[in-house]
């Protein structure tokens, strides 16, 4: 059974920094295609980035250049490094694991980011 343990959320100030954090468990890590998303409160779940088998990434355009996804394979964990935050970054924060790009995928519990303005 695949799980996912998140944390890194927390508040912080406009122009501030945080890294989220994604640890794997009960499935072959390499194997997985690993995104962040995050939901803002009425709004829908949006994609915000995604890194692939091979280590390529890409990302939704609001937060190219601040973010960066990457994957450590020592430790099962995914890391979203997130600077420059600002208050419309704020919303809960979901981590998604995948083998099979069709399939839904395995979803963390979710981490509250929020940034003052």
């Known amino acids: 059974q695949v799980q996912l343990e998140e944390s890194g959320g927390g508040l912080v100030k406009a122009g501030g920094s945080l890294r989220l954090s994604c640890v794997v468990s009960?499935?072959?890590?390499?194997?997985?295609?690993i995104s962040w998303h995050r939901q803002a409160p009425g709004k829908q779940r949006d994609l915000v980035a995604t890194i692939y088998t091979t280590g390529d990434t890409t990302y939704e355009s609001s937060v190219q250049g601040r973010f960066t996804i990457s994957r450590d394979t020592a430790t099962n964990t995914a890391h979203l490094d997130m600077n420059n935050l600002k208050p419309e970054d704020t919303a809960v924060y979901y981590c998604n694991v995948k083998i099979f790009p069709w399939s839904e995928g395995d979803w963390g519990q979710g981490t509250q980011v929020t940034v003052s303005g």
């Open positions: 009960g499935t072959t890590f390499d194997r997985l295609v």
